[in-house]
């Protein structure tokens, strides 16, 4: 190809980009003035916020991150957190989240697999991240401390909210093509070892698209963005797209329930995320009553299976409130159906439909397509989609075999494309040579009054093989007996699907997210099945 034909599709590709870094810039042409982001008593501007990218992705440039460099985030909500993400997409630079809950082990895992050559730490985490750095064995070329907590800067670490006021305000010049990729997520999976999922611009703009069409986002929200944005649900699901239409987000902490409603009433907040503990929370709570709620317009839910007594006591206590079922997976970027407001009642505890630039199919273990009614897995085709396992590519080919990516869930497509998700594949308890989906049991458990949160799994038996447990958090002020729901569920289902045993506690494990954590419940109540009778 001549020289100056190179020269032309060069320029023609860079006046074609949609890169991720160019989200804020865009957002901040069209209205500079607006309020673009909340935290504390921190208000920025989309010009601001913009400018305050500039300036930090510069620092970051100072300091030796290039293009395609790894650079680990850990850290709880905060305002750094957004800048850092855009000024390592502006470098072209791949943004690697992680749970603040993990030990120094399993961080240190993520940055020798991922290959990290910076870090960014929340203050009060830099003790973590400095043993994972010590057992990683990594040289980072960067360490940015995010001052929140502490009165100065750990010892090793430099000061990111320093970076923000670098004198170099212009935007970097580098050459990003749309689908390199930008943001790695490790999924947790059901491998002893999480695997780094690689997105591109191209899926994650083909996904912001679907969240925006499919949930009905715009520009005149006011959203809260409360749950952790290491996670893609939060961040790619709701934050980011508020950025991308010029929304104004509200960045908390943590999702305390009490907070939610006060920032709800004050800041006029038209649109909220929670997974479903998190909305139960909300319900509990003595204020919910008590708060101006009115202009709660959406809610959004996923991260795990929404008992259909909530959706229909939100339905009650909300009035007009329109609510999405947002289905999928990190690998997903990470939604892959959409179950909207006019079907919640209608398709009770279905996922939806495919959203709009996704495919899905429900297939036998042989990659064929099943009847409608028929369980199967879940499998998808999408511009969303990873770009694959980094490091992994025998997973990656696993994953991706026959050209539709396996998602690990089971499921149930109705004969108008309606998706039911019947459990994980590692969920689906098998009792005396039956399948008992937990889901199922779950279902039926929540709709007894004294119940608030239940989780259903397996545990080894002697002879069954797998015997049904239920694990019961009561709701407030009630109590509940283990005796009472083992009855109520031999009255409501058939006998091999009903609990053996039952535990009431006091709370579930769970994760940043929100999603009850049943490798825990499984762990620490293996021994009870070989205690029972046939």
Same mark, same amino acid.
Request: proline share 6%.
């Given at each position: 190809?001549?020289?100056?034909?190179?020269?032309?599709?060069?320029?023609?590709?860079?006046?074609?980009?949609?890169?991720?870094?160019?989200?804020?810039?865009?957002?901040?042409?069209?209205?500079?003035?607006?309020?673009?982001?909340?935290?504390?008593?921190?208000?920025?501007?989309?010009?601001?916020?913009?400018?305050?990218?500039?300036?930090?992705?510069?620092?970051?440039?100072?300091?030796?991150?290039?293009?395609?460099?790894?650079?680990?985030?850990?850290?709880?909500?905060?305002?750094?957190?957004?800048?850092?993400?855009?000024?390592?997409?502006?470098?072209?630079?791949?943004?690697?989240?992680?749970?603040?809950?993990?030990?120094?082990?399993?961080?240190?895992?993520?940055?020798?697999?991922?290959?990290?050559?910076?870090?960014?730490?929340?203050?009060?985490?830099?003790?973590?991240?400095?043993?994972?750095?010590?057992?990683?064995?990594?040289?980072?070329?960067?360490?940015?401390?995010?001052?929140?907590?502490?009165?100065?800067?750990?010892?090793?670490?430099?000061?990111?909210?320093?970076?923000?006021?670098?004198?170099?305000?212009?935007?970097?010049?580098?050459?990003?093509?749309?689908?390199?990729?930008?943001?790695?997520?490790?999924?947790?999976?059901?491998?002893?070892?999480?695997?780094?999922?690689?997105?591109?611009?191209?899926?994650?703009?083909?996904?912001?698209?679907?969240?925006?069409?499919?949930?009905?986002?715009?520009?005149?929200?006011?959203?809260?963005?409360?749950?952790?944005?290491?996670?893609?649900?939060?961040?790619?699901?709701?934050?980011?797209?508020?950025?991308?239409?010029?929304?104004?987000?509200?960045?908390?902490?943590?999702?305390?329930?009490?907070?939610?409603?006060?920032?709800?009433?004050?800041?006029?907040?038209?649109?909220?995320?929670?997974?479903?503990?998190?909305?139960?929370?909300?319900?509990?709570?003595?204020?919910? $009553?008590?708060?101006?709620?009115?202009?709660?317009?959406? +809610?959004?839910?996923? =991260? *795990?299976?929404?008992?259909? #007594? &909530? /959706?229909?006591?939100?339905?009650?206590?909300?009035?007009?409130?329109?609510?999405?079922?947002?289905?999928?997976?990190?690998?997903?970027?990470?939604?892959?159906?959409?179950?909207?407001?006019?079907?919640?009642?209608?398709?009770?505890?279905?996922?939806?439909?495919?959203?709009?630039?996704?495919?899905?199919?429900?297939?036998?273990?042989?990659?064929?397509?099943?009847?409608?009614?028929?369980?199967?897995?879940?499998?998808?085709?999408?511009?969303?989609?990873?770009?694959?396992?980094?490091?992994?590519?025998?997973?990656?080919?696993?994953?991706?075999?026959?050209?539709?990516?396996?998602?690990?869930?089971?499921?149930?497509?109705?004969?108008?494309?309606?998706?039911?998700?019947? $459990?994980?594949?590692?969920?689906?308890?098998?009792?005396? +040579?039956?399948?008992? =989906? *937990?889901?199922?049991?779950? #279902? &039926? /458990?929540?709709?007894?009054?004294?119940?608030?949160?239940?989780?259903?799994?397996?545990?080894?038996?002697?002879?069954?093989?797998?015997?049904?447990?239920?694990?019961?958090?009561?709701?407030?002020?009630?109590?509940?007996?283990?005796?009472?729901?083992?009855?109520?569920?031999?009255?409501?289902?058939?006998?091999?699907?009903?609990?053996?045993?039952?535990?009431?506690?006091?709370?579930?494990?769970?994760?940043?997210?929100?999603?009850?954590?049943?490798?825990?419940?499984?762990?620490?109540?293996?021994?009870?099945?070989?205690?029972?009778?046939?």
């Amino acid at each position: 190809m001549p020289a100056s034909e190179t020269g032309v599709n060069a320029m023609i590709a860079s006046a074609r980009g949609h890169r991720l870094g160019d989200l804020l810039r865009r957002s901040a042409a069209r209205d500079p003035g607006k309020t673009a982001l909340v935290y504390g008593n921190l208000r920025q501007t989309f010009a601001e916020l913009d400018e305050t990218v500039n300036r930090t992705a510069n620092a970051l440039a100072e300091r030796g991150v290039t293009k395609g460099d790894h650079v680990a985030l850990l850290s709880h909500n905060n305002h750094a957190f957004v800048v850092i993400r855009f000024a390592l997409a502006r470098l072209g630079a791949v943004v690697v989240p992680i749970n603040f809950m993990l030990n120094a082990g399993e961080i240190a895992y993520i940055l020798e697999n991922a290959e990290a050559v910076g870090m960014v730490v929340e203050d009060a985490l830099a003790g973590t991240a400095d043993a994972a750095i010590g057992q990683a064995g990594v040289a980072l070329k960067v360490r940015g401390a995010i001052r929140e907590k502490l009165e100065g800067v750990p010892e090793g670490w430099e000061c990111v909210q320093d970076w923000m006021t670098h004198a170099d305000a212009t935007e970097p010049d580098v050459d990003v093509e749309d689908d390199a990729p930008v943001q790695m997520l490790y999924t947790s999976g059901t491998e002893s070892r999480p695997k780094g999922a690689l997105l591109s611009a191209r899926s994650l703009y083909a996904h912001y698209t679907s969240c925006i069409a499919d949930g009905e986002m715009s520009a005149a929200d006011v959203e809260i963005h409360s749950l952790p944005l290491f996670h893609c649900a939060q961040l790619d699901c709701f934050l980011t797209p508020d950025l991308y239409l010029g929304a104004t987000s509200i960045v908390l902490p943590a999702p305390d329930a009490a907070t939610l409603l006060k920032t709800i009433a004050e800041e006029k907040v038209t649109k909220l995320f929670c997974p479903p503990t998190v909305w139960i929370a909300l319900l509990r709570h003595p204020d919910f $009553d008590k708060t101006d709620l009115s202009t709660l317009r959406r +809610g959004y839910y996923g =991260a *795990s299976i929404m008992p259909v #007594e &909530i /959706i229909k006591e939100l339905h009650a206590r909300i009035p007009g409130i329109r609510l999405f079922n947002f289905y999928g997976q990190t690998e997903m970027s990470p939604v892959a159906t959409v179950l909207k407001p006019e079907d919640q009642m209608r398709k009770l505890g279905s996922a939806g439909r495919p959203a709009i630039n996704v495919e899905t199919r429900v297939v036998d273990d042989d990659d064929r397509p099943v009847p409608p009614g028929t369980v199967g897995e879940i499998v998808h085709r999408s511009p969303h989609i990873t770009l694959g396992y980094w490091k992994n590519p025998e997973k990656t080919a696993e994953a991706f075999r026959n050209g539709w990516f396996h998602s690990g869930d089971l499921g149930v497509m109705d004969e108008e494309g309606y998706l039911t998700v019947v $459990d994980r594949k590692k969920d689906m308890i098998k009792t005396g +040579g039956e399948n008992v =989906a *937990s889901r199922e049991v779950e #279902e &039926i /458990i929540f709709t007894h009054p004294a119940v608030s949160e239940v989780a259903v799994f397996g545990v080894a038996h002697p002879k069954w093989i797998e015997a049904v447990m239920a694990v019961i958090v009561p709701r407030p002020g009630l109590s509940i007996a283990e005796a009472e729901i083992l009855q109520y569920c031999r009255e409501r289902m058939a006998g091999y699907k009903a609990p053996k045993l039952v535990k009431v506690v006091d709370s579930l494990p769970k994760n940043a997210s929100g999603k009850i954590l049943k490798r825990d419940l499984r762990n620490a109540y293996a021994d009870l099945g070989s205690g029972l009778g046939g």
